[in-house]
């Protein structure tokens, strides 16, 4: 028999499967998005201010090849290498970090706005 046939008698049916007792949603603390948000914000001032050399992207060129000059592979490469590099940032992971910093803010924003309006009719 074929490893990848879609048959096999060895898988088990769904009457096998172990019954999955998902957690009580009203033990978990309300300050669990408090505490994300600031891992997230901790994280985000982390990879801002380590910024390794592997994620750092080259610079484009100062004069960027018109089409008609490519002649080659190298040069088509090196084109399309500076065109993209014109829209990317110089180093990725300031990037994240400035990401993650916002949305742990936001995180913790937006729980503390909860707590004031006190509704339970949240939408998000």
């Known amino acids: 028999m074929s490893i990848f046939s879609r048959t096999s008698s060895h898988?088990?049916?769904v009457r096998d499967l172990p019954d999955v007792h998902l957690?009580?949603?009203?033990?978990?603390?309300?300050y669990t998005p408090l505490l994300a948000g600031?891992?997230?914000i901790g994280a985000g001032?982390?990879?801002?201010r380590t910024a390794?050399?592997?994620l750092r992207l080259p610079e484009p060129a100062r004069q960027p090849k018109a089409l008609r000059d490519v002649r080659t592979r190298?040069?088509?490469a090196r084109a399309a290498r500076d065109g993209i590099a014109r829209f990317m940032p110089?180093?990725?992971?300031?990037?994240?970090?400035?990401s993650l910093v916002l949305m742990g803010a936001a995180t913790i924003a937006v729980r503390m706005l909860d707590e004031l309006v006190d509704d339970d009719s949240a939408r998000y």
Not at 23 to 30: A, E, N, W
Not at 45 to 48: E, G, N, Q, S
Not at 90 to 98: A, S
């Open 11 to 13: 898988l088990p049916s």
């Open 23 to 30: 957690p009580d949603m009203s033990r978990i603390s309300p």
């Open 38 to 40: 600031a891992a997230m």
């Open 45 to 48: 001032i982390l990879l801002r």
């Open 52 to 54: 390794p050399d592997t």
């Open 74 to 76: 190298s040069d088509a």
């Open 90 to 98: 110089n180093n990725l992971t300031k990037t994240l970090g400035r």
